[in-house]
């Protein structure tokens, strides 16, 4: 699922490229894309694009009139770019939003795709920022918020630091992948109450989220330079990079203590850590394993080894 570092750069480019233009149409090819009724997709095309932004893990078309468009990428909708209007992909195509000049030139297709069996990925025409505000999920900004609210949104949620930072009504643009670094960095266990955490461990949280995501943010927008994210070799949206410590590296050797790296797995993602770093040894339970095997399911790392 593209994370904020991944939406911000998606943003960025399309703020350069379609701020000014008109969004002549938007061509749906999926019945399962909008979400919404009102307004109408009439009613929206013809606008002039004021600006782009992000919305927790969703991307805005800001348009004239107060109008907006909202894309929701869930977890395996992706943005492209082409330089003339072009027809939408036949098997992965969900969309394409078509921009013009002022004099009605073509200047560019943005293409919607989803690689799913499940049509998660969504699209939400709004009028007025109340419409807009209510698609908001309530998430503070962690890299624009202050350590006092970071830490007293933790202390009130009920769930481990793991849900926390993947819950957008806690924290903001953050999923599966970022928050498996974002632990590991802190070196901290997915598994720890938020509620109960002391201070130095919330400013040592508060500051991985804000390093880990300012370098990802950083490093994929070098990444992609120029040419729009995804289109070329070592500029892919993926939640798997060979650079990231933890997430994606089960078994892998950790590049600070050289242990296997470990992992949880869940019906829908699965959390990736090194237990020496981040749970003084302890192995975490995987439900399905730990079911299988009992009482034989080591209990820590040097059983594992060993």
């Given at each position: 699922m593209p994370?904020?570092?991944?939406l911000?750069?998606y943003?960025?480019?399309?703020q350069?490229r379609?701020?000014?233009k008109r969004?002549?149409?938007?061509?749906?090819?999926?019945p399962?894309?909008l979400r919404s009724v009102?307004?109408?997709?009439d009613?929206?095309?013809?606008?002039e694009?004021?600006?782009?932004?992000?919305?927790a893990?969703?991307?805005?078309l800001?348009?004239?009139?107060?109008?907006?468009?909202?894309?929701?990428?869930?977890?395996?909708?992706?943005?492209?770019?082409?330089?003339?209007?072009v027809?939408?992909?036949?098997?992965?195509?969900?969309?394409a939003?078509?921009?013009?000049?002022?004099?009605?030139?073509?200047?560019g297709?943005?293409?919607?795709?989803?690689a799913?069996?499940?049509?998660?990925a969504?699209l939400?025409?709004t009028?007025?920022?109340?419409?807009?505000a209510?698609?908001?999920?309530?998430?503070?900004e962690?890299?624009?918020t202050?350590?006092?609210?970071?830490?007293e949104r933790?202390?009130?949620?009920?769930h481990?630091?793991?849900?926390?930072?993947?819950d957008?009504?806690?924290?903001?643009?953050i999923g599966?992948a970022?928050?498996?670094?974002?632990l590991?960095r802190?070196?901290?266990?997915?598994?720890?109450q938020?509620?109960?955490?002391?201070?130095?461990?919330a400013?040592?949280?508060?500051?991985a989220?804000?390093?880990?995501?300012d370098?990802?943010?950083?490093?994929?927008?070098?990444?992609?330079g120029?040419?729009f994210?995804g289109?070329?070799r070592?500029?892919?949206?993926?939640?798997?990079?060979p650079e990231?410590?933890?997430?994606?590296?089960?078994k892998?050797?950790?590049?600070?203590?050289g242990s296997?790296?470990q992992?949880?797995?869940?019906?829908?993602?699965?959390?990736n850590?090194c237990?020496?770093?981040?749970?003084?040894?302890?192995l975490?339970?995987?439900?399905?394993?730990s079911?299988?095997?009992?009482?034989?399911y080591?209990?820590r790392?040097?059983?594992l080894?060993?």
């Amino acid at each position: 699922m593209p994370e904020l570092p991944d939406l911000t750069v998606y943003s960025e480019h399309l703020q350069r490229r379609v701020t000014g233009k008109r969004l002549t149409a938007i061509r749906i090819a999926s019945p399962f894309l909008l979400r919404s009724v009102t307004p109408t997709v009439d009613e929206v095309a013809g606008r002039e694009v004021v600006g782009v932004r992000r919305l927790a893990k969703q991307i805005v078309l800001a348009l004239d009139g107060d109008y907006f468009a909202v894309v929701h990428l869930m977890i395996a909708g992706r943005l492209r770019w082409r330089d003339d209007h072009v027809a939408v992909p036949k098997r992965l195509g969900l969309a394409a939003f078509d921009f013009a000049d002022a004099a009605g030139t073509p200047k560019g297709s943005l293409l919607l795709t989803e690689a799913s069996k499940k049509k998660r990925a969504s699209l939400r025409l709004t009028r007025g920022a109340a419409a807009l505000a209510a698609l908001d999920p309530g998430g503070l900004e962690v890299c624009a918020t202050t350590f006092p609210a970071f830490f007293e949104r933790l202390r009130n949620t009920p769930h481990t630091i793991k849900r926390a930072l993947t819950d957008q009504r806690v924290v903001a643009g953050i999923g599966n992948a970022y928050s498996d670094e974002i632990l590991f960095r802190a070196r901290m266990s997915p598994f720890k109450q938020g509620r109960h955490m002391k201070e130095a461990e919330a400013r040592r949280l508060f500051a991985a989220c804000r390093s880990v995501l300012d370098e990802w943010t950083a490093r994929l927008r070098a990444n992609a330079g120029d040419a729009f994210p995804g289109e070329g070799r070592g500029n892919k949206v993926t939640a798997f990079h060979p650079e990231m410590a933890v997430h994606g590296k089960y078994k892998e050797p950790c590049a600070v203590c050289g242990s296997p790296v470990q992992r949880i797995v869940r019906p829908e993602n699965e959390t990736n850590y090194c237990a020496k770093c981040q749970t003084g040894g302890k192995l975490l339970a995987d439900r399905s394993l730990s079911r299988l095997l009992k009482d034989t399911y080591p209990k820590r790392i040097e059983e594992l080894e060993g």
